[in-house]
């Protein structure tokens, strides 16, 4: 399984800590990981300006340049989710979009798809989870609160590995 690390725009400018986090978490999973040099921002910035045009030139890179990957991993729910939702809309007419298929958030890739049964690390402290609305709504990361469903939490779950 090769899984092609993605860093939204926004993690690389002001949090690049998470990147480097996500990927050493990644190996330390047994993965095979590469981070593609040549990527660039999913498009949601544009997009959500107002820009289409340029967000859907954005995407066809994006796609380009993620081709060759199992999974496309991102420390991004939102982003994930503008991937998955988005992307193929502003594809259309031009190719399929195949990222939109095979790009998941971190927790959910590692929840979904690794399934460990432990994590080697430890946090020794109390923490605080704020799930986002695209993981939630768009991704299914955890329940909605106003809906009658049975509670889950794929965050929590993981966070309950680490002693």
């Not at 690794?114 to 994590?119: E, H």
């Amino acid at each position: 399984m090769k899984i092609g690390l993605f860093i939204p725009c926004y993690v690389d400018a002001l949090y690049p800590e998470v990147g480097v986090a996500t990927y050493k978490l990644l190996k330390s999973l047994g993965l095979d990981v590469a981070y593609p040099l040549d990527q660039t921002c999913c498009g949601q910035p544009m997009a959500n300006a107002g820009f289409e045009k340029m967000a859907g030139k954005i995407a066809d890179s994006f796609d380009e340049k993620f081709a060759e990957f199992d999974y496309v991993v991102a420390p991004s729910a939102s982003c994930a989710a503008f991937v998955k939702l988005y992307h193929p809309r502003l594809a259309k007419g031009n190719h399929e979009c195949i990222t939109s298929k095979k790009i998941m958030d971190v927790v959910e890739f590692i929840h979904d798809v690794v399934k460990p049964t432990s994590l080697k690390a430890s946090f020794p402290h109390v923490v605080s989870v704020h799930n986002s609305c695209h993981g939630v709504r768009e991704l299914g990361l955890s329940s909605p609160s106003e809906r009658n469903v049975p509670q889950f939490n794929k965050i929590i779950d993981l966070l309950r590995m680490v002693d």
